[in-house]
């Protein structure tokens, strides 16, 4: 069992940064792959960023490509998404997912077992 935690949304200007965190809670979470998903109300799921258990592969949509990177601290047991240059359309509830899955699907939701409560993230234009 993994229990996760989202944290670091807030209000930001157009342009500017946040670093969201994903806390996890359970022995085994360094042994699952850890995604970052997006939604705004009434569309599905995006997926943002992955990462693979060991921190050594990570994915990005082409949409945060050059301006997110995700790492992760094992020893921490959480999982971090850094947002630079951020536009009106990061605009959403962000959430985190892990999977044992390591390198298929990584963008598919269905993949991910555990999910966080989201958080929101806010960028004026």
């Known amino acids: 069992q993994v229990q996760l935690v989202e944290s670091g949304g807030g209000l930001v200007q157009a342009g500017g940064s946040l670093r969201l965190s994903c806390a996890a809670s359970?022995?085994?979470?360094?042994?699952?792959?850890t995604g970052w998903f997006r939604q705004v109300l009434g569309k599905e799921r995006e997926f943002v960023a992955a990462i693979t258990w060991s921190g050594g592969v990570t994915y990005y949509a082409n949409s945060v490509k050059g301006r997110f990177s995700i790492s992760r601290d094992n020893a921490k047991n959480t999982v971090y998404l850094q947002m630079n240059s951020l536009t009106a359309e990061d605009t959403a509830v962000y959430y985190c997912?892990?999977?044992?899955?390591?390198?298929?699907?990584?963008?598919?939701?269905?993949?991910?077992?555990?999910w966080g409560q989201g958080t929101q993230v806010t960028v004026s234009s």
């Open positions: 997912g892990a999977s044992p899955a390591q390198y298929a699907l990584v963008s598919t939701p269905r993949t991910y077992d555990y």
């Open positions: 359970g022995r085994t979470f360094s042994s699952y792959r």
